[in-house]
Each structure stands twice: as structure tokens, then as C-alpha cells.
């Protein structure tokens, strides 16, 4: 079974950054896509960016030029470089993994960003 492993949330001031890492353990085989998604309280969850393995990414309109998604080449691991953090940005991020005929969720990490 595929385990998702997430790190490097936490509290930071508006303007700020943080990089999140998800590593995925349990497998041999390449994700397919992997990527973050965030729920704030009282909200639905919802895409922050994707990558594939090819390295093709999508972001949500709402990050695009604050945050960049990265993934090392040879692992099924991760990075999320958040930049300039606004206070609505705050909540817990998920990170997935997609796999042929599956898919995998890590329990979350907080982040919060002060006015």
C-alpha cells in the first residue's frame, strides 16, 4: 500500500515562504501525477498544483507565480515552493499521488499565514 509522507508546514507571517515535501513510500513504480491540494475550514478541497511525470505542471489560478511544484526525477517525491503567502492561503495541504488505477492521499500539514 502506498503511504504518503508529508513535511514542512507550519506558521509564517504574510509575505513569507515555506516548501512542503511529500515522499511516497511502498512502490516501485512511478507516479503518474503527483501534487497538493488544500482545505481551509468551512471549504470544499481544492487543487493547488499538479506535475506529471513528464514534468508538465498546472497550478491554480490563485498561486500561479507565488508558488512552484517541483518533483525529483528518479523518486516519487514532491516539493511545493510557496512564496509570498497571504493569509487566505492558510489551511491543511494534502499531497496525492496518482498510480495506474489509483491513487493515494497523505494525511495533511497545516499551514498558516499571518496578517
Known amino acids: 500500500q502506498v503511504q504518503l509522507a508529508e513535511s514542512g508546514g507550519g506558521l509564517v507571517q504574510a509575505g513569507g515562504s515555506l516548501r512542503l515535501s511529500c515522499a511516497a513510500s511502498?512502490?516501485?513504480?512511478?507516479?503518474?501525477?503527483m501534487g497538493w491540494y488544500r482545505q481551509a475550514p468551512g471549504k470544499q478541497r481544492e487543487l493547488v498544483a499538479t506535475i506529471t511525470s513528464g514534468g508538465s505542471t498546472n497550478y491554480a489560478d490563485s498561486v500561479k507565480g507565488r508558488f512552484t511544484i517541483s518533483r525529483d526525477g528518479a523518486k516519487n517525491t514532491v516539493h511545493l515552493q510557496m512564496n509570498s503567502l497571504k493569509p487566505e492561503d492558510t489551511a491543511l495541504y494534502y499531497c496525492?499521488?496518482?498510480?495506474?488505477?489509483?491513487?493515494?492521499w497523505g494525511q495533511g500539514t497545516q499551514v498558516t499565514v499571518s496578517s
Open positions: 496525492n499521488a496518482e498510480f495506474i488505477g489509483y491513487g493515494s
Open positions: 511502498g512502490t516501485i513504480f512511478r507516479a503518474n501525477v
